[in-house]
């Protein structure tokens, strides 16, 4: 079946610094792939979206290209902030739009 | 526009009380979602709803839990007797679901449950 594998957390980098959250996907079809964020204490909150392949989905400083060749959609930020703390989920939703996948997080910390 | 809301934000009670929770999602979403959130476990898919009806429970706990939506506008996740495993961070979500695959889940803010 579908799912979504990202890198293990945490991550720990110094203000601005270069992020990459690797995420890599499996699936039928043409699914369509996104990136959320979760700050302490609130729900997810949508980052960045991606529907078709090489799409860029970007937001915020943040961007991840869809890449079917090698099924992955990883994470970048070139200068990180303290304020970019917080857990990031990889997701994916099937080409029916009837199945949304989650990965496991990935913790991120940015230090002054 | 207002997003998914959900009640109570907090909630501690007592082993073996009932447990309501609530969720109203963004009008015009056909598709609802309640998960569970632990240290633990990560992020955790209990039950999913299309057009008001249960499409997936495998994620469900156990006959403890149970999940209602009477209208498109409303859905409770129960929980009956509650345990202290339980305590998590619960959310609902919701999207405009079927063939608009590119269409993202939208989260609330989450209920905070504490069994003690």
């Known amino acids: 079946g579908d799912s979504v594998t990202q890198m293990e957390g945490p991550v720990t980098l110094s203000e601005e610094a270069f992020l990459t959250i690797n995420c890599t996907y499996t699936?039928?079809?043409?699914?369509?792939l996104f990136w959320y964020v979760q700050y302490p204490g609130e729900g997810l909150q949508l980052l960045l979206k991606a529907t078709k392949a090489d799409d860029k989905g970007s937001n915020k400083g943040f961007e991840a290209t869809y890449r079917k060749e090698t099924t992955s959609f990883h994470l970048e930020k070139g200068s990180v902030q303290v304020s970019d703390s917080a857990v990031y989920f990889c997701?994916?939703?099937?080409?029916?739009?009837?199945?949304?996948?989650f990965g496991t997080g990935t913790s991120l910390t940015v230090i002054p | 526009d207002a997003g998914v809301i959900q009640s109570p934000r907090h909630e501690v009670t007592e082993m073996g009380q009932e447990v309501t929770l609530r969720c109203k999602p963004i009008s015009g979403h056909n598709s609802l979602f309640w998960y569970r959130q632990t240290m633990m476990r990560g992020l955790e898919l209990l039950i999913y709803f299309n057009n008001n009806v249960p499409i997936d429970d495998s994620g469900m706990p156990e006959d403890r839990f149970s999940a209602k939506m009477p209208n498109a506008s409303f859905s409770t996740l129960k929980i009956q007797p509650s345990e202290p495993r339980d305590s998590a961070v619960y959310f609902c979500?919701?999207?405009?679901?079927?063939?608009?695959?590119?269409?993202?889940?939208?989260f609330g803010d989450g209920t905070r449950l504490s069994i003690l």
């Open positions: 979500a919701s999207s405009y679901g079927g063939q608009l695959s590119n269409q993202p889940q939208h």
């Open positions: 997701a994916l939703s099937d080409q029916g739009g009837n199945q949304f996948y």
């Open positions: 699936a039928t079809g043409y699914p369509s």
